[in-house]
């Protein structure tokens, strides 16, 4: 027996930020003209166009505060108390927005089990029970909170729900991936610390997985680990928020473990076999490693780079963006493989397809 995706839903905040985010570092580098020329062609380069934020911009990215509240001021932004007091008031009000957009209001007492996946923020009582409460779901529904895994929880997410459908068939699983990642901005004159978080942008991801043999079905899982490469992503709790570091070298490093396992990635399959592939956009040149040591067609890895463009990274939750597309898209009877990184440096994988 197999489960199903049956339905996926997503929501971003309103305020559209890329293009005042990318204002707002070039700023940070304005003693420096010469990296502030190298970081504007490299973010020109990163295949995003529009990114989301959960706090309203100021008018100007160069005044003195970042934000319409005032909170990021410069020479004083806030602390991780404040920020996890933002994500406590923000992140319950986009997790509803996804799974209120997921139609299931007729049957959310009928919810078994609820999953939420989020590392970009902590509190207790957390996201999961103001979900229960908001969604009217059962007081007794199952809960699991999967934390602190960046942009590969939402495959381990699956990889639960898959198993929870597999032992009791009659189990209905409420998925929910809700990052706030552009919370943790940081005043900084790094290069590589600001091209970092050009890539983030907050969404949240709401799915229901069930036995019913519709939409797309998941079939295997594998969880790979690079060797000698835990430095490469990071993310660390800092007195000024969380701290994600990503190197130069993740890309490079994600084409050898890919070359490495790829027929245990697809579980006897070849790659011309494949005919979806659902690869986390962490950024164009992680996609491009992907699609060149695969051997991918050029437009095989469209729906991640519409994602990308659209969006930017939005941690757990972008992977699930790419499969609500391949949901309402993908023919029936496709072959699919979903792939996400993240911090270790692990990539978690699945292959799936879509139902009849």
Known sequence: MHAHINRIATAV???????????????????????????RK??????????????????????????????????????TAKRMDLYEAAAADLAMQAIDRLDI?????????????????????????????????????????????????AINALKIAHHIVRSEPDARVLVVNCELTTLHLKETDDL?????????????????????????????????????????????VRDDGFD???????????QTVLAEDVSAILHGDTVDEIDLWAVHPGGRSVLDAVQRTLGLAPDALAPSREVLRANGN??????????????????????????????GLTAETMTFGIAA
Do not use: N
Not at 211 to 219: P, S, Y
């Open 13 to 39: 905040p309103e305020y559209e930020v890329h293009d005042y985010f990318l204002r707002f570092a070039a700023a940070s580098l304005s003693k420096q003209p010469r990296q502030q020329a190298l970081f």
């Open 42 to 79: 490299m973010a020109d380069r990163a295949g995003i166009e529009k990114r989301h934020s959960c706090f309203a911009p100021a008018d100007d990215p160069e005044g003195p505060t970042v934000d319409r509240d005032g909170v990021y001021r410069r020479g004083a932004f806030p602390g």
């Open 105 to 153: 209001s007729d049957t959310r007492a009928s919810i078994t089990h609820l999953i939420v996946a989020s590392c970009t923020g902590l509190s207790a009582p957390g996201l999961d029970l103001e979900i229960v409460h908001r969604a009217g779901l059962s007081p007794s529904v199952e809960r699991t909170l999967i934390g602190f895994m960046g942009c590969y929880a």
């Open 192 to 236: 590589e610390r600001l091209l970092t978080f050009c890539l983030w942008g907050d969404g949240c991801s709401a799915a229901l997985v069930t036995a019913e043999k519709t939409g797309i079905r998941l079939d295997r899982f594998k969880a790979l680990l690079a060797r000698d490469a835990r430095d490469l992503m990071t993310w660390s």
């Open 244 to 254: 994600m570091v990503l190197s130069g070298r993740v890309p490079a490093t994600i």
């Open 314 to 343: 939005m941690s757990s939750a972008t992977v699930m963006f790419v499969l609500e597309r391949m949901l309402a898209e993908g023919a029936a009877g496709a072959k699919g493989c979903g792939m996400a990184f993240g911090p």
